[in-house]
């Protein structure tokens, strides 16, 4: 069964750092670019970074400088490094693996295939 699942979310306070794993089970994840999306409450599902099937990433305006993502093949996990968090990203975060091993136009939903069940990670001081 082909799968992707989330973990490391939690509650932390501003200024935090938390780091999500995304792994995958069923396939191996090293010739897909894999993508973060996040959803906060009452909002729509919106795109945070992406990595190429060679590590190339890609983050949103939102988080650039505060978000790095990595893909480690081994382990068959892709990470996404969240530092100095905001309460603003409050969200349900999910990773997702794209049909494609570029990134370009990641933000394309519809353009992903398996998407893992979504942690939630809460900022609040």
């Known amino acids: 069964q082909l799968q992707l699942v989330e973990s490391g979310g939690g509650l932390v306070q501003p200024g935090g750092s938390l780091t999500l794993s995304c792994t995958a089970s069923?396939?191996?994840?090293?010739?897909?670019?894999i993508g973060w999306f996040r959803q906060a409450p009452g909002k729509e599902r919106e795109g945070v970074s992406c990595?190429?099937?060679?590590?190339?990433?890609t983050v949103a305006d939102s988080v650039k400088g505060r978000f790095t993502v990595v893909r480690d093949n081994a382990d068959n996990t892709v990470y996404l490094h969240m530092n100095s968090l905001k309460p603003e990203d409050t969200a349900v975060y999910y990773c997702?693996?794209?049909?494609?091993?570029?990134?370009?136009?990641?933000?394309?939903?519809?353009?992903?295939?398996?998407w893992g069940q979504g942690t939630q990670v809460t900022v609040s001081s």
């Open positions: 069923g396939f191996t994840l090293d010739i897909y670019a």
């Open positions: 990595v190429t099937s060679m590590g190339i990433t």
């Open positions: 997702a693996r794209r049909r494609y091993t570029f990134c370009t136009n990641y933000v394309r939903q519809y353009e992903y295939d398996y």
